[in-house]
């Protein structure tokens, strides 16, 4: 038990440093004159009195941490901190309870963009700031920051991204020291963030809005500033840039750091997963745009064609803008972008849900088993873009998809338990477990996640922290075995 | 000449034995004193246990007058260190080392004069592979070797029943394809040569050997048997260096498959190969073959280290359906025993790597060599220097210049035209000349006829 005050000796050195990232809304305040610059000065203090406390409090316990409180650590900063963050709202916003003020800073956290709030072109942009930027925190993991600051204050952080880097192929480190991969890799974050500010400024949007808005893509979050989400802005040039920024975040950043390093672009085609993604993304678009408009949705191809790789685009890569109804289509088409946001972001990217490299490996795990029936004597082991995957990794990869899809059908059921009705339930918790945002039916695009009870709140609550902690970090914790010395 | 060999190995021991007979002077360095003692009882030579990296040792050797260093350990490591030893410390001519590692090939700089000092790389596994790919590519002959980079190439083939030149004169190759150059070297009737001459006539079971423009191979072959279908699926029993490499280079163009027996070997080629489907288990297994189809493959490889297990999966596939079969053997007694009965093919390696090898040790100036039957024939790739006062060859036409009988010009490769050996044609300065020798007593009569007299120096 002594070592669980490690853990929370280093939680509370978090909650410190992320104290800071209320400096940001603070200044969005100054500048527009909001009148919510108390509000989040007040947050501020609490946040880093509290994370001091706890740090002071258990001083005595510093040390370096295991495995096993590396994961206790990660999941008691995706739980602490949508706590803290709730401060601001709850003071801001009349009428906040607990219940939807956590949901909304969990959907902001683990870049989910599922939002309880309705007038949020009426929100101080002090707020807004504030919910995107914790789209841009959690996107990367602030784990990835907290990596690469963590180290200089004598604390280890392997073991942590270990735990937090998502996907099978966590181990190919791209420098030998982890805070130079984790500096890296967040200056290629930060600097395809400032493009996107810049390249949304350009294509129309107000500053607040760009800012907003390239934070929640780069996120692959999905809060917006309006409640008509990309639809307010009616432009093509804006969903255009969008498309292009919530690809460039479905890629894995390793993949970046590697094509920036080398300063070759081939590095993409190298990468399988990216290949794999674009492949199925436009193929989609294109069958989609076919559908909707062979179904009349659209009077021309073109309008068709816009709308679905945008929605399409949005949703597949996790990151959960709308620029328009599609409740409102066919179900056919709904149904498969949701799909896809199971399976189509790459790993080391900011998406969520199964990924695709573990699609990958189920496909040709699949392919093996038919080849294996033919010819019994046969060695064939997994390999991926060439690379012997060995089969723990298969094993596991197998194992995730098996509590991914448990985790889900019970969330599902616990949903239709208390009461929803089977599209809406079905269509929330994959959009939550996979950090896409919107669902169906009244979780959709139009609607709002503001009707649920706050049983149903909080399942969702829970979906989006598992999906983003890939199942396995959230119930690891769970087991017998974990607490067992 | 005096020459030193690293390493008594399967190369090393075959090296020194073609040489030895060729009145060198040799010593052998090894570790294992086992492996020299078996040399030197066997053969006239000087032996040495050592480690063929260490500068005492080489100097006990005798590095400093030998002519040529042949370093052909199992260590691509040691042999290029000793090549540079002998270079900086010794001076020694002509150092040719056996490499492997593809990592080392890549980077042909690092043989030259400022680092390792590898005058000439060899590695056997490689010319092995390229020598049973050409097998594979044209099923119907029993041997394809090259001569000027690919430009022209020596063709056996045993002549079956069904061919149109059965029972007529060899005159009638010409007469019945005017615009195909092709010269018939050699043909060996029961084992026993036969000059050939435009009105030998060719018989069922002869083995012909003919020279050709690479791209005209075809065509002859097609004179001579009637033409199977060409090559699809490979099977190959062993996975090692040779079974790796070959493997490796057939899947773009051939449905492949591999047995091997070692399960972690299987794990290591499955990593490495993309399209080729490796196989776990023993290649003398019938159930296995069975369930793998070998009814339906074209050729059939065994190339492990053990010969009695390549003869008897080959004898087992030849009579379960496979088309052609060919067994890598490494005892010389074997190869004889069993080529041209059930198997198709007897490949020993020591032979097929030999020429390379000997390419750098003979007089004169020898581009390759290839032995053929198993090293009672040859076929030397020569280049005539000097002019028609220093050379016996150049500026006369071929059938004044004096070639002991048994020798045949086959061809010359003049810059890239390739010519056939005609009587009438005359030789010039630098022209790679092909010559075929049916008896290895001759070679040094011809060698002789190469060289530059002193007169021009």
């Known amino acids: 038990m002594r070592r669980i005050f490690t853990v929370f000796h280093a939680l509370g050195l978090m909650l410190v440093v992320f104290s800071a990232a209320y400096l940001m809304p603070m200044v969005a305040s100054l500048v527009y004159d909001d009148g919510t610059l108390i509000h989040f000065a007040l947050a501020m203090v609490m946040t880093f009195a509290a994370g001091l406390l706890m740090w002071l409090l258990t001083r005595r316990y510093k040390g370096e941490l295991s495995v096993r409180h590396g994961y206790l650590l990660v999941i008691g900063m995706w739980t602490a901190m949508p706590a803290v963050a709730t401060l601001p709202l709850l003071m801001v916003i009349d009428g906040l309870t607990f219940s939807h003020a956590y949901f909304e800073t969990m959907s902001g956290i683990t870049s989910t963009g599922a939002t309880v709030l309705s007038g949020l072109d009426n929100l101080p942009p002090a707020i807004n700031i504030w919910r995107h930027e914790l789209h841009w925190l959690g996107g990367m993991g602030i784990i990835v920051l907290a990596v690469a600051v963590l180290p200089l204050l004598g604390v280890g952080g392997r073991q942590l991204f270990k735990a937090e880097t998502p996907g099978p192929m966590k181990d190919s480190t791209l420098t030998p020291r982890i805070t130079e991969t984790a500096r890296n890799l967040w200056l290629i974050y930060f600097s395809i963030t400032v493009a996107c500010i810049l390249s949304l400024k350009a294509a129309g949007m107000t500053w607040l809005d760009s800012i907003c808005h390239a934070f929640s893509a780069m996120g692959l979050g999905g809060f917006s500033t309006h409640d008509a989400s990309i639809g307010y802005f009616n432009s093509p040039a804006i969903e255009g840039v969008l498309i292009v920024f919530m690809l460039l975040a479905a890629i894995n950043f390793s993949t970046h750091f590697l094509a920036w390093r080398v300063k070759s672009l081939k590095t993409y085609l190298l990468d399988t997963e990216f290949v794999a993604t674009v492949v199925l993304i436009l193929v989609s678009c294109f069958g989609i745009a076919l559908f909707l408009w062979w179904n009349g949705v659209y009077p021309t191809f073109m309008t068709a064609l816009r709308h679905a790789s945008f929605n399409l685009v949005s949703i597949a890569t996790d990151c959960g803008f709308s620029s328009t109804d599609y409740n409102q289509w066919p179900i056919f088409a709904p149904m498969w972008m949701l799909f896809l946001s199971c399976i189509s972001v790459s790993s080391g990217s900011t998406g969520g849900g199964i990924k695709m490299i573990r699609t990958l490996i189920l496909f040709k795990q699949a392919g093996r088993e038919f080849v294996k029936l033919l010819h019994p004597a046969v060695v064939n082991p997994m390999k991926i873009a060439g690379h012997v995957v060995p089969n723990n990794i298969v094993f596991a990869v197998l194992g995730f998809i098996f509590l991914y899809f448990m985790s889900a059908s019970a969330l599902v059921f616990a949903l239709m338990a208390s009461g929803l009705d089977f599209i809406s339930s079905f269509s929330a918790i994959i959009a939550c477990i996979n950090n896409v945002g919107p669902g169906l039916g009244v979780v959709g695009p139009a609607g709002n996640f503001s009707v649920l009870t706050t049983f149903q709140t909080w399942i969702c609550t829970l979906a989006m922290l598992a999906g983003r902690l890939e199942i396995f970090t959230l119930l690891i914790i769970f087991t017998p075995q974990f607490w067992r010395r | ?457």
Do not use: W
């Open chain 2, 1 to 457: 000449m005096k020459i030193l060999i690293l390493g008594a190995g399967q190369v090393g021991s075959t090296v020194a034995e073609s040489l030895v007979s060729e009145a060198n002077d040799i010593t052998v360095v090894d570790t294992h004193a086992e492996k020299l003692r078996l040399l030197q009882d066997r053969f006239d030579l000087r032996t040495l246990v050592g480690n063929a990296s260490h500068p005492s040792t080489l100097k006990q050797a005798g590095i400093a007058d030998a002519d040529i260093l042949l370093a052909v350990t199992q260590s691509d490591e040691v042999n290029m260190v000793a090549c540079k030893l002998a270079s900086s410390l010794y001076n020694t001519p002509v150092k040719i080392a056996r490499i492997r590692a593809s990592g080392y090939l890549d980077h042909p700089e690092i043989f030259n004069s400022d680092n390792f000092c590898v005058d000439f790389s060899i590695c056997p596994e490689q010319i092995l592979t390229d020598y049973i790919r050409k097998l594979i590519e044209f099923p119907e002959a029993l041997q394809v070797l090259e001569f000027a980079n690919g430009l022209v190439s020596l063709v056996a083939v045993k002549v079956f029943d069904g061919g149109p030149l059965v029972d007529k004169p060899l005159s009638f190759l010409r007469s019945n394809m005017p615009q195909i150059d092709a010269r018939v070297a050699a043909i060996f009737r029961q084992d026993k040569p036969i000059i050939p001459e435009g009105d030998t006539i060719v018989q069922e079971g002869d083995e012909i050997f003919f020279i050709a423009a690479t791209g005209n191979i075809r065509s002859v072959l097609k004179e001579l048997r009637r033409m199977d279908k060409p090559t699809k699926r490979v099977m190959i029993v062993g996975g090692g260096n040779i079974g790796r490499r070959l493997a490796r280079s057939l899947e773009q163009d051939y449905q492949v498959k591999v047995i091997e027996y070692n399960k972690t070997t299987c794990e290591g080629l499955a990593g490495l190969l993309k399209h080729t489907l490796v196989l776990n288990g023993d290649g003398t297994d019938e159930n296995l073959l069975a369930t793998e189809h070998v009814a339906d493959v074209d050729v059939f490889c065994a190339l492990t280290n053990d010969d009695e297990n390549n003869i008897m999966s080959t004898l087992l596939a030849k009579r379960d359906g496979a088309r052609k079969v060919i067994a890598l053997i490494n005892r010389n007694a074997y190869v004889g025993l069993v080529q041209g009965g059930k198997i198709d093919i007897a490949l020993s390696p020591a032979h097929v790597t030999i020429g390379s090898l000997l390419a750098y040790v003979r007089q004169g100036d020898v581009a390759a060599v290839h032995s053929l039957r198993r090293g009672a024939a040859e076929a030397l790739e020569l280049i005539a220097h000097g002019d028609r006062q220093s050379s016996k060859v150049v500026g006369r036409r071929i059938d004044e210049i004096e070639l002991p009988k048994g020798a045949t010009i086959g061809a010359i490769v003049r810059g890239k035209d390739v010519i056939m050996g005609h009587r009438d044609q005359q030789i010039e300065e630098e022209d790679h000349v092909i010559v075929f020798v049916i008896n290895k007593s001759m070679i040094n009569k011809v060698e002789k006829l190469f060289q530059v007299s002193v007169g021009f120096l």
